[in-house]
């Protein structure tokens, strides 16, 4: 056993037990973070602050939630919504919560794809970022059954019914997903388990890997700069602050962030105690029918753009029919943005507008993702269903064509 | 060296018990999420059909499932291999889901036809796809004739027949 001297207070006497003041160090007050940056750089406290208010929420609303298909719309409508003191509020944080967290991960993640955080060395955070996106939507989906309305119970028939499409297996699965051959208690059920258990856990581990990922090769900067940081960091500790390119994660970087997430939070909770109407879908309020299929179903705005996706291809091609058309689109937009580091074939490490070709890319897959995610809400009938199929072809487009660009920019900046 | 070799050894026996284990616990946890012996074994579905009306849907329910059943006007011509002749007249019997993603299409009694209203599918009144994403027609149930009733569930030599002749075996 090592030696243990008397402690001379109850801090050192922890500090020799756990490590304390090294731990501080590695984790907050040793831990640098490049002094070039702005708000956009807040966004990853954020989301860790939105999870954390999520699992809180969660916490409340699971006390009294019955996830069986004869309680389960009464709970949240009637007894969470009227019964329990400020059941209201947890529920409107929750949903809230639940939009507002995917708009934060939209922003975090194009902040990545604009100033090229994904590249030389970064790949891992990128590709453990998008392993959380995968997640948090699989964890938006079940969550969005549990309420059992009409929208849960459709949602669930449509995502479900995708499974369908696979090759040879694809009717089995479906069944063995939903436990019945159609969405029923047994459905509910194991996704109330996936949505407040497992994925959870796995978001928990994601977002391990995630932050660990960064340690290595370290958080970008405005300018796509690479430099030594263990230089800069002795530079800031000798007292060289001003000179130094790097804060402490804790107290400097932090401070800022919390500024930031001041803002963040009003506007929150504004839209949580004034619109969360907006987050509370008026079809989902009657309860769950399966023998009746709501006029219009369209899924949360942050799922609007893929879910156009798969819907825009509503014609045979080569004999291959739509819906298998709409399938292998849908599969290519959920996975090809995991493998942007690799799409990206130009060396250049530099904010999006000042890159030669990559800014025309970047803004117009913004450009093409907003037309998608209006063209999804609206029915798809007439004009709606051919700007769906050009908007679904340029999404396609944009990233086959991407090496190329990139390629091009390559060349372009090597000649120069 | 010979203790790298009996760590070896064991490294090894520990890894086959492992993988055993592992593919066994595999197997329990994809059996505990089957679909019950109840659910599998749901019943039959036992519908009287002389007394509908012509060119009005009746929706049947069967595991779970909508089924359409829709009795021939004396105008309408039945679709060789999807009509039913129960009796002196025909009818579609069909399940209610759009083969497209599993929505609910509506009839539409003017114009003999079936609209979902999800993707903008189209099916005629013996349900084949003749507009919008739907890759084929509206799937037939297993059904026997029974006299003037349908019982869904079964497999009747009629159904039989049409699926000899849709090429499924």
Redesign the interface.
Same mark, same amino acid.
């Given at each position: 056993m090592a030696e243990f001297k008397p402690a001379d207070s109850l801090y050192e006497w922890f500090d020799q037990r756990l490590g304390i003041d090294k731990f501080v160090k590695v984790m907050m007050t040793e831990y640098w973070i490049p002094k070039n940056i702005n708000f956009l750089w807040a966004m990853g406290v954020l989301l860790t602050v939105m999870f954390t208010i999520l699992i809180v929420s969660g916490i409340f609303l699971l006390m009294y939630y019955k996830p069986d298909i004869n309680m389960a719309f009464d709970s949240v409508n009637y007894t969470i919504m009227q019964e329990v003191g400020y059941g209201w509020l947890f529920r409107h944080i929750h949903a809230v919560g639940a939009s507002v967290v995917f708009l934060i991960i939209y922003i975090h993640m194009f902040t990545g794809i604009y100033y090229g955080s994904y590249k030389k060395g970064r790949e891992l955070i990128w590709i453990s970022g998008m392993l959380l996106f995968v997640l948090f939507s699989a964890e938006g989906f079940s969550g969005y059954m549990l309420p059992w309305g009409q929208m849960s119970y459709?949602a669930a028939? /449509?995502i479900t019914? #995708?499974f369908g499409g696979i090759p040879v297996i694809g009717g089995d699965l479906v /069944?063995? #997903? *939903?436990?019945? $051959?159609?969405v029923?208690d047994?459905t509910l059920t *194991?996704f109330f388990m996936l949505h407040v258990l497992l994925i959870p856990l796995a978001i928990l581990g994601a977002i391990v890997v995630h932050f660990y990922a960064l340690r290595f090769p370290h958080v970008n900067n405005e300018e796509g700069e690479f430099f030594d940081f263990d230089k800069e960091a002795d530079k800031y500790l000798a007292g060289d602050k001003k000179g130094s390119k790097v804060v402490p994660f804790w107290p400097v970087f932090l401070s800022k962030d919390f500024f930031v997430l001041g803002f963040f939070l009003l506007f929150f909770f504004y839209l949580v105690f004034f619109h969360y109407d907006f987050a509370m879908d008026p079809v989902n309020f009657d309860k769950a029918d399966?023998? &009746? @299929?709501?006029?219009? #179903?369209y899924p949360e705005w942050y799922f609007l753009w893929s879910y156009e996706v798969l *819907?825009g $291809?509503? $014609?045979?091609i080569a004999g291959i029919?739509? &819906?298998?058309l709409?399938l292998m689109a849908f599969a290519f937009a959920n996975a090809i943005f995991m493998i942007l580091p690799w799409l990206d074939r130009s060396p250049m490490v530099k904010p999006a507008n000042q890159r030669p070709y990559f800014k025309y890319w970047f803004w117009f897959l913004i450009a093409d993702l907003i037309v998608l995610t209006v063209y999804g809400k609206l029915?798809? @009938?007439g004009a709606n269903?051919w700007v769906g199929f050009a908007s679904s072809m340029t999404f396609l487009v944009l990233f086959i064509a991407l090496p190329f660009i990139t390629k091009a920019e390559a060349k372009k900046i090597g000649g120069k | 060296m010979e203790n790298e070799s009996r760590r070896g050894f064991i490294g090894k026996a520990f890894g086959a018990v492992a993988a055993v284990g592992g593919v066994a616990s595999l197997l329990a946890m994809k059996k505990t999420w089957d679909p019950l012996p109840s659910v599998m074994s749901a019943g039959f579905t036992t519908v009287d059909v002389s007394a509908l009306e012509a060119n009005k849907l009746e929706i049947a329910v069967w595991r779970g499932k909508p089924v359409f059943i829709l009795k021939y006007t004396e105008d309408m011509k039945p679709t060789d291999g999807r009509s039913v002749k129960v009796g002196d007249h025909y009818y579609s019997v069909m399940i209610g889901l759009c083969t497209h993603l599993g929505c609910i299409p509506a009839y539409r009694a003017d114009q003999k036809d079936f609209k979902c209203a999800c993707h903008g599918g189209e099916f005629t009144s013996a349900g084949i796809n003749k507009f919008g994403p739907p890759p084929r027609p509206l799937d037939l149930p297993p059904f026997k004739i029974d006299g003037n009733t349908l019982v869904l569930g079964e497999e009747g030599p009629e159904y039989k027949a049409m699926m000899a002749k849709a090429g499924v075996v």
């Open positions: 459709w028939y /449509v019914e #995708i /069944v063995w #997903i *939903r436990g019945n $051959f159609y029923s047994s *194991r399966g023998l &009746k @299929t709501p006029a219009h #179903i *819907r $291809f509503f $014609f045979e029919s739509g &819906k298998s709409g029915p798809p @009938t269903a | -």
